[in-house]
């Protein structure tokens, strides 16, 4: 599934439909590598619009996709490759429009979820947390309502989300701790069967496998334990014998869902979990009997590689490929260059 709290999806929510693939040949520069998450990553550098950006396409038109955008950043982490695009991905995030766009003017708008995961790229990066202008710890501590959810200040409304809290709760415990009151209301969103619902307040509470796997990742981080094990726990349920996980119950499982999904499980140390969920991912990714061009790039379901959708699907399947959580991320240490998959020929 894509990040449901990203604003442009918000506002605009036939913007999720396609995500145009700029793909091309490996260039030369481009170094082989037989890492599998590593071509991955490669394949969605290749894909930035001048080398810096993701783009969504809707009715004929292109428009910024800054919340894809940070999904790349993340990516390059965790796999330690195109530290080179990720640095011009951060300073494209920090012009003004684009900043602005995506988390809002801080005034009539504010956005939480697109702040804590700015917030978040800003830390992996170890850039200032004062971006582009703008104090996004500050930001977001003006987002935190009484009750301890992080809600949208925007007249369109709140679209906030298991994923915003989250990020939130992740990137403010890099910094030091996230507020307990944030903390105990993703804990007491938990469904009575262990795991977490993608939009709280919903009756009945029903468990979903991303706003899970983000949560758990969150309460790892804020050292909930017992409440993170219990959505762990529920997540291996919903994992299918191929190891991957669907967005919906009695869907084809994909590659975000089930990204997302390996993250928590390497993340909360069940490593057979994590490898099963790898092997889906694997078995998703073009090899070498594919086209060049396409080869390292991750498919969104066993249907086969599209590029309306492979952009999204590959940016959030890297990190289920690398085993890392967003807690652990770092770009400390990364590589420039666009690794191709080494195919011998």
Known sequence: MTHRHTRVAVLLTALTLAVGALGSPAAASSPPTLHRDQAAAGWLARQMVSGDHFEVTFGGFSFPDQGL????????AATGTADDFAARATTWLALPDNLTGYI?????????????????ATEVRGVPATF??????????????????????SAFGDFTNAFSQS???????????????AVNFLVGAECPDGGFPLSFGQTPCASDPDGTSMAVQALLASGRIAAANRGLTWLAGQQQAGGGISAVPGAAPNANSTGLAGQAFAAGGRPVRA?????????????????????????????????????????????????IGYAQLTAHGAHSGDPHLACGH
């Open 69 to 76: 955008t940070i999904d790349g950043i993340l990516a390059y």
């Open 104 to 120: 809002g003017d801080g005034g009539g708008e504010a956005y939480a979820g697109a702040t804590a995961k700015l917030l978040l």
């Open 132 to 153: 582009g202008g703008v104090d996004l710890p500050a930001r977001l501590a003006g987002l935190l309502t009484p009750s301890g959810r992080y809600s949208d200040r």
């Open 167 to 181: 990020f939130a709760i992740i990137a403010l415990d890099r910094r030091g701790g996230a507020p307990a009151s």
């Open 275 to 323: 490898a099963l969920a790898k092997l889906f991912l694997l078995g998703l990714q073009v090899g070498c009997a594919g086209a060049t061009a396409d080869r390292g790039a991750i498919a969104f379901d066993t249907t086969g590689f599209d590029p309306a959708t492979a952009t999204r699907a590959t940016a959030q399947g890297v990190l289920g490929l690398a085993d």
